[in-house]
């Protein structure tokens, strides 16, 4: 069956992690613990303060805990654009499985190993920062696949971005992470941006990775609109990925690698 090809794809990438062992992955989860300690006392001092938003301080540390935690499942990059700048994607179309389906695998591989080795000590641990990680609903979870879903189906069309800019790889990447950083509220909520600018953003499809999980998961927002506008971007971004990227193809030129 497909399916177990897909699994053992997934296994694989998982494993692939960690051939150069442990240890070797610990530098990165320092440096998101020691990017997530001052952003926990910064918030903490501002609300603390006085300063008015639409968020309580619970609310607000608990976004940011998880959004640290779940960093690399509400913003979603594929193996993809370094595939196609190596020149290793070649290499999937000789292969009995979907390219689509390829990539899912590999990237959902890639991502079990921090939840395993990151994110879920980092729950367990969650008491120290006196943070509370209880979910307001559990929609956050359909939130969730659906903000993975269209993380993929985003980047398939940035690498066709990428595919017909040919030797502007860096750019795209820069391009994308910018916008994502911005208009994903994956850092700051759109929740507290001012004169209601949070209210015209959640309708753009970059809103619908991050910033629309942890409205759900702090209780920011109902779950049924977010969920709705992630349904609808889903469809349309999906739609044109396929179409872009099968496009593209006719245009791939490999280089490197």
């Not at 530098?27 to 609300?47: A, E, Q």
């Not at 193996?79 to 959902?108: F, K």
């Not at 990680?133 to 066709?160: E, H, Q, Y």
């Amino acid at each position: 069956m497909n399916l177990k090809k897909y699994c053992k794809t997934a296994t694989m990438t998982a494993k692939a992690q960690t051939n150069a062992g442990v240890f070797y992955l610990l530098p990165n989860y320092i440096l998101k613990i020691v990017y997530l300690i001052p952003l926990i006392f910064l918030w903490r001092t501002l609300m603390t303060s006085g300063v008015k938003t639409d968020m309580s301080l619970k609310q607000m540390l608990s976004y940011t805990y998880m959004s640290t935690l779940l960093g690399g499942l509400l913003v979603v990059r594929t193996p993809l654009g370094n595939w196609i700048y190596e020149g290793l994607i070649i290499g999937l179309y000789q292969r009995p499985l979907s390219i689509y389906g390829h990539i899912v695998a590999q990237t959902i591989g890639t991502s079990l190993v921090d939840l395993l080795l990151f994110t879920l000590p980092m729950l367990i641990l969650s008491p120290l920062f006196a943070v509370t990680i209880t979910p307001d609903s559990w929609w956050f979870l359909v939130s969730l696949i659906l903000c993975i879903s269209l993380g993929i189906a985003m980047d398939f069309i940035f690498a066709c971005i990428q595919i017909r800019m040919i030797n502007a790889s860096w750019l795209v990447y820069n391009i994308r992470n910018a916008i994502v950083l911005v208009f994903s509220g994956s850092v700051i909520p759109l929740a507290i941006l001012p004169w209601g600018l949070g209210n015209i953003l959640i309708y753009q499809p970059f809103a619908s990775l991050g910033g629309a999980t942890l409205a759900i998961y702090t209780g920011i927002s109902e779950p049924f609109k977010p969920i709705m506008i992630q349904v609808i971007w889903n469809i349309v971004l999906w739609i044109l990925a396929i179409l872009f990227f099968k496009k593209s193809q006719e245009r791939m030129i490999s280089h490197g690698g």
